[in-house]
């Protein structure tokens, strides 16, 4: 009976080692999965604006550039195909050094009532062009210091309020709020009155590449990868992101962060 002990326990580790070679083959099928989509998804974003500028520079080349008025328009829609080929690949190369966590961050703590007033001034023109307000939602008297990584809690910052803008109403407005929320941290919310998101999508919203109009979305000029770069920087840094929304009555992105104790 020993021996049969010996044997049970010995075909169960075998079993056990096999289950998890199995397993380990699985998440590489899985990953090896995901890095062929991640490769088609990227050549499927830019064979778009690719093929934009060339139509517009081939029109140009077959006489269009003649007439001066004409040639103008289409050289301007040319480099605007070139500047969302810049911003996707600028926005994949950020995805790639977060996923490799080949971006160490710089913590330090800095006042976020500052940082959003910043945010705010250089999304003036962007929110001008659909006429959106942006705001705190009450005046603050006082610094609310942070820990994080300045530069990188400003592109969430961005990125949420350039959505914000983007899918909010015309004439609408961005509404900015910041909590003292328990456990020592800060809660900060991005709002808007837009759209809204329906509810079965809120999950995927965070994956790479994932929209919920396309042809919206890139009409926007959205590479379909900011809300991936805002949830990689808020985990990098332990933190949470959170979103809620209502069709037709708006949006609510927050993410949490490290309020700077006082001693
Ligand atoms: P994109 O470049 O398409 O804006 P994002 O990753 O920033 O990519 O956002 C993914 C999708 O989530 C968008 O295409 C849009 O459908 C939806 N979305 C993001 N923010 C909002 C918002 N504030 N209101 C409504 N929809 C939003």
Redesign the pocket.
């Known amino acids: 009976t020993a021996v049969s002990a010996d044997l049970d326990m010995l075909s169960l580790e075998v079993q056990k080692f096999a289950e998890n070679k199995q397993q380990q083959i699985q998440n590489l099928n899985l990953r090896e999965g995901y890095r062929r989509e991640f490769l088609g998804n990227i050549s499927h974003e830019l064979k778009t604006p690719l093929f934009t500028v060339q139509g517009y520079l081939l029109t140009l080349e077959d006489g269009a550039m003649n007439d001066k008025r004409i040639g103008k328009k289409y050289l301007k829609r040319a480099n605007k195909g070139v500047d969302r080929l810049i911003s996707i690949v600028k926005d994949l190369d950020l995805i790639s050094k977060l996923e490799s966590n080949d971006l160490n961050l710089n913590k330090q703590t800095f006042n976020i009532v500052e940082l959003v007033q910043e945010v705010f001034d250089l999304l003036e023109i962007e929110a001008k062009k659909r006429n959106v307000t942006l705001l705190l939602d009450k005046h603050y008297e006082y610094p609310i210091k942070v820990i994080g990584d300045v530069e990188r809690i400003e592109q969430v910052l961005t990125?949420l309020i350039v959505?914000?803008i983007?899918?909010?109403k015309i004439n609408g407005a961005t509404i900015v709020s910041l909590e003292i929320a328990e456990n020592n941290k800060v809660l900060v919310k991005v709002k808007?009155n837009?759209?809204?998101?329906k509810e079965e999508h809120l999950d995927r919203?965070f994956e790479r590449f994932?929209?919920?109009?396309q042809s919206?979305?890139r009409d926007?000029g959205?590479?379909?990868?900011?809300?991936?770069i805002v949830k990689h920087i808020i985990e990098a840094h332990n933190e949470q992101i959170f979103v809620k929304?209502k069709i037709e009555r708006g949006?609510e992105?927050s993410f949490t962060l490290e309020k700077f104790k006082q001693v």
Do not use: A, W
């Open positions: 990125n959505n914000s983007k899918y909010g808007d837009g759209e809204g998101i919203l994932y929209r919920v109009d919206r979305s926007q959205g590479s379909g990868l900011g809300l991936s929304s949006s992105f």
